[in-house]
């Protein structure tokens, strides 16, 4: 599946460079105020396109699911430094029992929506016995592929964003960790404490606080 998972990634990065040069173009009308509504719309889609997809072209996957949530991955590493494989564990422990029941929910919205896509595709093989079982098979897994697990996926991913948003900085209290003074000085130290997490250190910086 290698050379077919290369082609559709590559489409997809062929894509976002060219969406890119007309979101910049957008960006600098919206940002001197020269807009109109067409210009508005324009920028909205092409903005929404943006979040759906990674900011990095070789953080890339071949399908849009994927990339919906690849890029809700990688957006608290570019905001915080924060990789969320590695810290998502330990943030899901001292979240709010509110939270977590939001993202359960979020969670399984997405689960049963692939679940539908895969239970339509397995329908067809009841085509021996009539042969309405294709198009409606294809037809559920059509709509759950194409409509409700690409919102359900972005819906999820801005679940998650939010939680690294509000609660990040309660990894930090926990694991005693000195909190950022700056933006700058943030990104700095969650790529610091995401090391920390993954392979622990004998260094003597940071004090713990």
């Not at 324009?42 to 943006?50: A, H, K, N, P, S």
């Amino acid at each position: 599946m290698g050379p077919l998972r290369r082609r559709l990634t590559n489409r997809f990065v062929r894509r976002a460079a060219v969406e890119s040069i007309a979101w910049q173009t957008a960006y600098t009308r919206v940002q001197a105020a020269t807009l109109d509504a067409n210009d508005l719309a324009v920028y909205t889609r092409l903005e929404r396109r943006r979040r759906r997809r990674p900011n990095v072209a070789g953080y890339f996957l071949p399908t849009p699911i994927g990339n919906i949530l690849r890029a809700a991955e990688r957006r608290p590493a570019d905001k915080y430094g924060l990789d969320v494989i590695v810290v998502w564990p330990h943030l899901w422990l001292i979240l709010p029992e509110d939270a977590r029941v939001e993202l359960r929910a979020a969670g399984s919205s997405l689960n049963a929506s692939v679940a539908a896509a895969i239970w339509g595709v397995l329908f067809c093989v009841f085509a021996a016995f009539t042969w309405l079982a294709i198009p409606i098979g294809l037809g559920v897994a059509a709509v759950a592929v194409g409509v409700a697990t690409p919102g359900r996926a972005e819906a999820f991913g801005d679940l998650v964003e939010a939680a690294f948003d509000l609660h990040r900085t309660a990894v930090y209290r926990q694991l005693r960790w000195p909190l950022p003074a700056t933006p700058k000085d943030e990104h700095l130290s969650g790529r610091q404490l995401t090391a920390y997490l993954r392979r622990g250190s004998d260094n003597d910086t940071p004090t713990f606080t």
